[in-house]
């Protein structure tokens, strides 16, 4: 069956079971919607956790996530969570997602229900959405012919005004839909005990006491979550040769890799695969240096004004084919490395400059002070809840 019969076949099954549940009232209900997580995790869970906090919060929170898997039974079961998904579309309040999320596209939302994009990155680093139309990664032709991705949103959440053009361009919105509040996820770069965090993540994993952190993050490969892969450039016993004395490495992949890291003779005692840790943030606390490609962790990380080194030796490639919203070798916030053995030395001499991560915090971020989920909370969600509507709503 073509991608096209697949598509318009999905599109019209739920928005039939939208116009089934339409009839239905709208409920005070807070829905934390995830199609790429079988959790709540990210912003979510930051707002999750607010939400908790509220006293007298004037609605129910709903946490409706999932994250699809192969075969029969994976689609099954992923058309099922859409059909939900539209279920909680026509009967809630407030609906925030944290990514791509297909229900929201095909139907007509009612003008009671707030649609909150989070989205789970805290930046414009890699191209997304309409930027990436039809491109490895991008939507195809198929799909845009009978869908407008990233519609229907009332609020998208974004970390800086420099970044709503991007934004904008992503996700084919006006950039008035866009508002600076922080990003809920960084609230925990502010408020945990970093000690209680190292010593929880040591004993879980069986790290060695009294040597410094790498945390290792490279992004996925593939041309979708589905396929997604782990680029194995990174030569673990060559750095552990050179620097084994006094790092460890924390090898944290990508949510949608799904196989496990092959440390090689480095597992024993060196490299260590905390891919099942549910808090990257968590674990840039804890770490001391950051090695990545291009993930967007390097907005969280600049917060934390500690060194970043990039390890991208397909970084030409990669840009053909994805593409970046800033050019890559001179806007990223540290040195970049193309070889194991360039980077291994640049560990072992241990001469870092955060300048570059200083003057990159203060583009990305217009508002990071640990108070972002409260004021989204305050700010949109309950006032909505309150209201009763979104602004022109009948």
């Known amino acids: 069956m073509s991608t096209a019969v697949l598509v318009f076949a999905r599109k019209w099954m739920l928005r039939l079971a939208y116009a089934l549940f339409y009839p239905l009232p709208v409920q005070n209900k807070v829905v934390l919607a995830s199609s790429s997580a079988s959790r709540a995790r990210g912003n979510l869970k930051a707002i999750s956790d607010e939400l908790a906090r509220c ?16 075969g029969l039974a994976g689609k099954l079961a992923t058309l099922w969570a859409a059909i939900v998904g539209e279920y909680h579309l026509a009967t809630s309040r407030v609906f925030i997602v944290d990514d791509y999320y297909f229900p929201i596209y095909v139907i007509k939302p009612k003008k009671a229900t707030t649609i909150i994009q989070t989205w789970h990155a805290c930046g414009a680093l890699k191209k997304v959405g309409y930027s990436v139309a039809d491109r490895g990664f991008g939507a195809s032709k198929e799909l845009l012919k009978q869908v407008r991705i990233h519609s229907n949103y009332t609020y998208c959440l974004v970390a800086s005004r420099s970044a709503i053009p991007y934004y904008s361009e992503a996700f084919g919105q006006p950039e008035e839909a866009f508002v600076v509040l922080g990003i809920p996820r960084t609230d925990v770069l502010f408020q945990r005990d970093e000690g209680a965090i190292e010593r929880k993540v040591r004993a879980r994993y069986g790290i060695p006491e009294g040597k410094k952190v790498i945390l290792y993050a490279p992004t996925f490969r593939g041309d979708s979550a589905h396929v997604a892969e782990y680029g194995d450039y990174l030569d673990l016993d060559l750095l552990r040769a050179s620097c084994g004395d006094e790092y460890v490495v924390l090898v944290k992949l990508h949510p949608f890799v799904r196989s496990a890291v092959d440390l090689g003779g480095s597992g024993s005692g ?9 808090d990257i943030n968590e674990l840039m606390l804890m770490s001391d240096v950051l090695i990545t490609d291009y993930s967007s962790a390097i907005f969280e990380y600049s917060l934390l004004g500690k060194p970043m080194l990039f390890f991208a030796p397909d970084y030409v490639e990669y840009e053909a084919e994805r593409g970046f919203y800033f050019d890559y070798e001179t806007g990223i916030p540290g040195p970049l490395f193309t070889s194991s053995a360039s980077l291994a030395g640049y560990l072992a001499a ?26 989204v909370v305050d700010e949109l969600v309950v006032p909505f809840l309150r209201k009763g509507s979104s602004p022109g709503a009948e």
């Open 350 to 375: 241990g001469d870092y400059d955060v300048s570059a991560v200083q003057e990159f915090r203060e583009r990305s971020f217009d508002v990071a002070d640990g108070r972002a989920s409260a004021r």
């Open 270 to 278: 060196f490299a260590f695969d905390v891919s099942d840790y549910g």
């Open 55 to 70: 006293e007298n919060l004037p609605a129910r929170v709903v946490i409706h996530t999932h994250r699809s898997s192969a």
